[in-house]
């Protein structure tokens, strides 16, 4: 199955709204888990550790339902995000 990468970049509120939307976020990425298709996800943070935005890798069928996916999360329905990008990639390191 392709990579992807979800990029989501917080909105002004996104601090306030990560708070209030943080529970239902991580049970929408649970199921990509429980599938073993999550290879990587966590905050981006700023200079100063505050959350800015998260990145997602994980494995879909194609780009579309990647970014079905995307449009799923709690973050991206409720604001937190200003922007999503979705991005197919390619695994070069590590090799697998």
């Known amino acids: 199955m392709p990579l992807f990468a979800l990029i989501g970049r917080d909105g002004p509120r996104g601090v306030e709204l990560r708070k209030l ?4 976020h991580l049970a929408n990425l649970q199921r990509l888990v429980d599938e073993r298709r999550v290879v990587f996800a966590g905050p981006l ?10 990145v997602v890798l994980f494995t879909a069928e194609d780009l579309e339902s ?19 990008e979705v991005f197919e990639s390619v695994q070069v390191f590590p090799a697998s």
């Open 66 to 84: 990647a970014r079905r996916f995307a449009d799923s999360d709690p973050y991206t329905r409720e604001g937190v995000f200003e922007t999503v």
């Open 21 to 24: 939307h943080r529970e239902a």
């Open 45 to 54: 943070r700023d200079e100063r550790g505050i959350p800015r935005g998260s």
